[in-house]
Structure formats: C-alpha cells, structure tokens
C-alpha cells in the first residue's frame, strides 16, 4: 500500500509575510509622551496581525508588519488597552501594494486617545 501526504493546508488568505512578497507594508507606531508604552493590535478582517506593546521612544519608532492581503475591498481595525479604537476601510488594487501607517496618539484637550489611520500607493515618507 502506498502512503500519501495528507494535503497541504492552503496558506491564509491574510498573513505576515517576508517584505519582498508584501501586498500591504503596514507600519505601526506609539505616538504619545502621555502613555509612553502602550499594547496595540491591529486585524485585518477580523485576522489578527499585530498583538505587542509599542513604546513611544522619541516618537520616531515606527515598526514594519509586511502583510500578504487579496485584492479588495478590507477593513482594518486598530485597538489599544487604553480604549482607544479605529475601523477603516481600504481597497487593496489588483496589481501592486499599498503602504499605510496607523499612530496612537494622545490629545487630552480634543480627541484623547485616539488613532490615526492613512494609506497611500505609494512608500510613506517618515520624519
């Protein structure tokens, strides 16, 4: 009798993945002096992709998660222990990757703790 290997599972359709095969270069980033280590997640469609605390440093500490994301139509949601949440949507184009950031800040006299979400088709620039 012959043996088989069982099938190979199919890869998820959402995953981190080396830089170079990225859809999606997500950088990730605690902005605020007033909670200077703050734990953040991040899940695409419900997938999660980032669970760690983030430490504000001199702000300039942003950190790569190269995400492998079909086209479409996506909702990212960003989370922090502090109780600070986003939801937004982004369109991931058939061909070629999208570059976002997402920044936990802190703004006691407007929004308090909040996120900041931007995406571009093209490589963010950091300061």
Same mark, same amino acid.
């Given at each position: 009798?012959?043996?088989?290997?069982?099938?190979?599972?199919?890869?998820?359709?959402?995953?981190?993945?080396?830089?170079?095969?990225?859809?999606?270069?997500?950088?990730?980033?605690? *902005?605020?002096?007033?909670?200077?280590?703050?734990?953040? &997640?991040?899940?695409?469609? +419900?997938? #999660?992709?980032?669970?760690?605390?983030?430490?504000?440093?001199?702000?300039?500490?942003?950190?790569?998660?190269?995400?492998?994301?079909?086209?479409?139509?996506?909702?990212?949601?960003?989370?922090? *222990?502090?109780?600070?949440?986003?939801?937004?949507?982004? &369109?991931?184009?058939?061909? +070629?990757? #999208?570059?976002?950031?997402?920044?936990?800040?802190?703004?006691?006299?407007?929004?308090?703790?909040?996120?900041?979400?931007?995406?571009?088709?093209?490589?963010?620039?950091?300061?």
């Amino acid at each position: 009798m012959v043996s088989h290997p069982p099938p190979s599972a199919t890869p998820a359709a959402i995953r981190l993945v080396d830089e170079d095969l990225a859809d999606l270069h997500l950088w990730v980033s605690n *902005q605020s002096f007033d909670d200077d280590r703050v734990t953040v &997640t991040v899940s695409i469609d +419900g997938t #999660r992709l980032v669970d760690q605390p983030f430490d504000v440093r001199g702000q300039h500490n942003w950190i790569l998660f190269p995400i492998k994301l079909p086209p479409g139509s996506h909702e990212v949601t960003a989370a922090s *222990q502090t109780g600070a949440e986003t939801h937004q949507r982004f &369109t991931m184009p058939e061909r +070629g990757r #999208r570059y976002a950031v997402i920044d936990y800040w802190t703004d006691p006299g407007r929004d308090g703790r909040h996120f900041n979400w931007l995406v571009k088709s093209h490589p963010v620039a950091f300061q």
